[in-house]
């Protein structure tokens, strides 16, 4: 009985705390690509010193059930030390999250960030490589292991990209930053070039497409030009 007095308690403070709480379908609208990248650059600041808001868990799960107006796309590797509604300082309905092992762009990654943009409204869309990325460490040594395999054949590109070390073997940790950063740039690059959906939709500014790498040493983003 306790519980459920507790439910409806929730459920009457809920229109006071909605429009804080999830944009509605208009307040999504009136977001710009500039504004979404400013605002989770501005929750990556407070992520990466300590100082998150409250996330409102339970008052937000009950406002999801009504539907989502998220704000930005992020591609992730799937690394468990890159939790990427934390890094960002966003709760439930935030963002879109599509992770793979070396945020590279599948066509079912094209298909989701399509799905997340032209039909469901998010801005913005990042790339989001990390520091010391295991897949990308993969592709350097050129490891075979099943599906992998295949995996790592699409990092390939950046790895042969990067030019200028002697030593080019995941011992290297500069090559191996060299190619995180160039597998990020080559993934948006790609995603323009895969998706005339995406391309139209950033050349008509409805979004912008941005590539960042994630440090684990500091929890701080930084958005690569
Ligand atoms: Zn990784």
């Known amino acids: 009985m306790k519980t459920h007095l507790a439910l409806i308690s929730i459920g009457l403070l809920l229109p006071t705390l909605a429009a804080e709480l999830q944009p509605t379908a208009e307040q999504q609208k009136q977001l710009t690509p500039k504004g979404v990248l400013e605002e989770l650059m501005a929750g990556n600041v407070r992520y990466a010193s300590g100082k998150v808001a409250d996330p409102n868990i339970l008052a937000r799960v009950e406002l999801a059930a009504k539907g989502q107006y998220p704000k930005a796309y992020i591609l992730s590797c799937v690394d468990s030390r890159v939790p990427v509604e934390l890094v960002f ?107 005339a959906v995406l391309a139209e939709l950033e050349k008509s500014g409805a979004i912008q497409i941005v590539g960042a790498v994630y440090s684990l040493h500091d929890g701080k983003v930084r958005l690569l030009n």
């Open 89 to 195: 300082d966003q709760g439930i309905g935030d963002l879109f999250v599509g992770r793979v092992a070396g945020n590279i762009e599948s066509t079912e990654q094209l298909g989701s960030i399509e799905f997340a943009t032209k039909v469901a409204g998010a801005k913005l869309v990042m790339v989001l490589g990390h520091e010391a990325c295991g897949a990308v460490k993969g592709a350097c040594d050129h490891v075979e292991l099943g599906n992998l395999t295949h995996l790592l054949k699409e990092i390939k590109p950046a790895v042969d990209a990067v030019q200028g070390h002697k030593d080019r073997s995941s011992k290297n940790s500069a090559f191996v930053e060299d190619v995180i950063e160039k597998n990020v740039r080559l993934t948006v690059e790609d995603l323009r070039k895969r998706s």
